[in-house]
């Protein structure tokens, strides 16, 4: 065979390789984020346990993923750091579904050890179907990490958004394979798929998130247990204050909804649709683009950003 002719060859196989991939990625998307629900697919919320448990749940998404869960008739246990918004949020759902069980649990995850005595003391009553570990906080912003004056926030967000992960997963996970049932959230986010300079440790907690999630639902799927990740892009909280609610930035509670219709459809999803698609060109710009490339582009990206927030909130 010519030159010529083993270059065609290859071309073409690359062509119809490339297509096949693209065309799977397009259904995978379309099941995953309309059809599979339509269909009947995906976890019957209801059928995991009469308990869920929410952390991070005063505010934002995890405020959201607490309402959605009562709204499909499950008792939640809102775990959270301020009583008073622990109260307004439990009031607030008890008024909305009056038949729906709530109960609150106030602990500071950056204060380590102490609080899981208290957490499985509480938790050890219930049985409990669905854990959705959301809490999470962001530091140093636009900062280099040699630059973080408080040296408590390297510990407060190593506690808050990995060791809290790890201890609730290790808290449930013994009566939900003993019943051969249950479903585990782990919210990490966009960052940990994609390079981010000067946000540097929070996107590493949320690498050991990815991380943790994956091969823990490998270890766990055939004794019953569902782990998902969940990596959303920007959605208009406290924690990305500077985004106004749109198609990118959805609000908290569309947010939440259409990552609960994603549940065991996809192990590892960004949950909306937007974020979906930015997840899947994230995974593609790491495979195409050469990482020092990706790296100092989005290095000046953030230097851009940090320094546009820094002005917004001076005029403010
Ligand atoms: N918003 C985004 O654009 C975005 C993007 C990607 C990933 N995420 C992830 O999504 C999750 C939720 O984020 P969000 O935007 O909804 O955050 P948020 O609006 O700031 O809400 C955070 C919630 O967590 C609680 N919380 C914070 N620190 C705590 C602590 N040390 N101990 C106990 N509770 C604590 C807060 O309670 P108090 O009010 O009482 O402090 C609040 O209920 C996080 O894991 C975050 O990393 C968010």
Same mark, same amino acid.
């Given at each position: 065979m010519s030159c010529s002719c083993i270059?065609?060859?290859?071309?073409?196989?690359?062509?119809?390789?490339?297509?096949?991939?693209?065309?799977?990625?397009?259904?995978h998307f379309a099941y995953t984020?309309?059809?599979?629900?339509?269909l009947g697919r995906g976890i019957d919320l209801k059928?995991?346990?009469?308990?869920?448990?929410?952390?991070?749940?005063?505010?934002g998404i995890g405020k959201s993923f607490a309402k959605e869960l009562?709204?499909?008739?499950?008792?939640?246990?809102?775990? %959270?750091?301020t009583s008073a918004k622990l109260k307004a949020v439990a009031d607030e759902i008890k008024n909305e579904y009056s038949s729906i069980q709530v109960k609150t649990i106030a602990v500071d995850f950056t204060d380590g050890q102490k609080i899981y005595v208290t957490l499985k003391e509480e938790l050890s009553k219930l049985q409990i179907g669905i854990l959705i570990n959301n809490v999470g906080m962001l530091n140093g912003f636009g900062r280099r990490f040699g630059n973080v004056e408080d040296d408590k926030s390297i510990h407060d967000i190593i506690n808050c958004?990995?060791? %809290?992960?790890?201890?609730?997963?290790?808290?449930?996970?013994?009566?939900?394979?003993?019943?051969?049932n249950g479903v585990i959230v782990n919210i990490g986010s966009l960052s940990s798929a994609m390079p981010t300079p000067l946000l540097t440790i929070?996107?590493?907690?949320?690498?050991?998130?990815e991380k943790f999630s994956r091969d823990l639902a490998a270890e766990v799927k055939s004794?019953?247990?569902?782990v998902q990740t969940v990596h959303p892009g920007y959605v208009?909280?406290?924690?990305?204050?500077?985004?106004?609610? %749109?198609?990118?930035?959805?609000?908290?509670?569309t947010f939440a909804a259409a990552t609960l219709r994603t549940l065991g459809l996809e192990q590892r999803t960004a949950g909306y649709w937007t974020h979906k698609i930015q997840l899947h060109f994230t995974d593609l710009a790491n495979f195409f683009i050469p990482r020092p490339l990706l790296e100092r582009g989005v290095l000046k990206h953030m230097e851009e950003l940090a320094k546009s927030i820094k002005k917004a909130s001076k005029s403010r």
């Open positions: 270059a065609e060859v290859v071309g073409w196989a690359v062509l119809v390789i490339f297509t096949a991939k693209t065309v799977y990625n397009l259904i984020t309309f059809l599979g629900r339509l059928t995991c346990g009469p308990w869920a448990v929410v952390t991070g749940a005063t505010d009562a709204a499909a008739g499950l008792n939640v246990v809102l775990v %959270s750091r958004n990995i060791l %809290s992960m790890a201890r609730m997963c290790h808290m449930v996970l013994p009566q939900m394979i003993k019943r051969q929070y996107g590493a907690t949320k690498a050991f998130v004794l019953g247990v569902t208009a909280t406290n924690m990305a204050s500077h985004m106004k609610p %749109s198609l990118l930035s959805p609000d908290p509670n």
